[in-house]
């Protein structure tokens, strides 16, 4: 197993919240529900979160490294609390009876612990990422962009309540409107009840009779949407935004998750980003930088004429105030242009002659 920092690609310093930033932006890159997600990778990041977010186990991993379970856990058991399963399968061991494949242990304790009501009611709506390019130009001005998403949307037909149009909600006859129904589990404590979401209403303890013929009572259906998002000046390449709310629909009207947007800026022929600047190469005549003059630079707002003073060297870089990027609240960066020079390949007979004599008298 790597190194927990490792798998969420942070820092040993790294605050709660860029923890919590990485690891949901590998949770979004690894989930197995999508299209080249990777399941060990996902499982590898949640268990790295769930240990860097605690204080306390951070603490003790820091200390102890990846063995921090057994430290100090009484009984030498295997870091539940001196319980020792490790005669239990995810199935049940061969001659426990036990079958935890309901959920796992989690659930299990949670419900006995919590009442039993923690984990009732509607799924919210997934999170999903997109990405889009922009262009140099549009990332040092800023730029909206139609984005056009298919996803799961509140359905249009019932208006996310799932019940076919003139059906009437009423309460639902497997539970009676608690919402969750009682089950008899064999746990390693014994035979208890535990509270499960009933099946039928999702723990709402109302349901149509009468489902929508369009969503099937989900309550949502597959629709492209078009949203348009405003993109900063400045982004980086790589960086992502968040828009809340604008993920998938949930269940029958629950909560939408959210939307994730990675950008990506198209190199430009000619300019370069550094920070807030923007970086750019002139090339220059030989008499021009001996002998000084005017020449006109290419920026990012057009073509501006900057002064070379005689004796420009190769190298020598100019700085064209408030021709940069703007990122934030802060003023625009500056222009930085580097100049060079050109050295033709061929010259004429006359230009020869031209050079042989300067040589001349540079040399006299």
Known sequence: MADY?????VSKSASADEIKKAFRKQAHKYHPDKGGGDEKKFKEANEAYQVLSDAEKRRKYDQYGQGFHDNGAPGGGSGSGGFD?????????????????????DDIFSDIFS????????RGGADIQTDIEITFEEMVRGVKKDINLRKRVTCSECSGTGGKKGSKETTCPDCHGAGRISKAVRTIFGTINQAVMCARCHGTGKYYPEACPRCHGEGRSFETESISLSIPAGIEHGQTISVEGYGEAGERGSHSGDLYVNIHVLPHEEFRRSG????SKKAIAYPVAVL?????????DGEVVIRVPAGTQPGEVFRIRGKGIRVGHFAEGDHLVELTIDVPKKVSSEERKALEQLEKLRTA
């Open 276 to 279: 807030r600047n923007i970086l």
């Open 85 to 105: 399963f490790s005669g239990f399968s995810a199935q049940g061991g061969p001659a426990s009876g036990w079958n935890f494949s309901g959920g796992g242990f």
């Open 292 to 300: 000084g003059g005017k020449i006109p630079v290419a920026t990012i």
């Open 5 to 9: 920092y490792d798998i969420l690609g």
């Open 115 to 122: 009442g039993g009501g923690s984990r009732q009611g509607r």
